[in-house]
């Protein structure tokens, strides 16, 4: 089971840091995605990482902004955002795949097995 945590109200140019945690087992094998949805709009990804913490990805509207990163003691998948715009305002939620980054499939919700919980950001102007 995932769960995300760390949203919150922040003003335009904020930052915050989100992070995925796994209860009842670890994720090591698998790849954390970072999605978010903002009402009434598809999911989109944010950014992956590799289980071995070492490939990493992000979508264009966060690339610069962010950085993706996992602590394999903690079984955490933190996800750090900076400069925060009102367009970054949406439930955000982790999931696990396997195998995803390498085959190219990351971007996609549907090849991820497993979803937290959305943790909700908003951004204020």
């Known amino acids: 089971q995932l769960q995300a945590s760390g949203g919150g109200l922040v003003q335009v140019g904020g930052c915050l840091r989100l992070s995925c945690a796994a209860s009842g087992g670890t994720f090591s094998s698998y790849d954390i995605g970072w999605f978010r949805q903002a009402p009434g709009k598809d999911r989109e990804f944010v950014a992956v990482?590799?289980?071995?913490?070492?490939?990493?990805y992000y979508a264009d509207s966060v690339r610069g902004r962010s950085t993706i990163s996992r602590d394999g003691a903690k079984n955490t998948v933190d996800l750090q955002m900076n400069g925060l715009k009102p367009e970054d305002t949406a439930s955000y939620y982790c999931?696990?795949?396997?195998?995803?980054?390498?085959?190219?499939?990351?971007?996609?919700?549907?090849?991820?097995?497993?979803w937290g919980q959305g943790t909700l950001v908003t951004v204020s102007s």
């Open positions: 990482v590799t289980r071995s913490g070492t490939g990493k």
């Open positions: 999931a696990a795949g396997r195998g995803l980054y390498y085959t190219g499939n990351y971007f996609n919700p549907a090849a991820y097995a497993y």
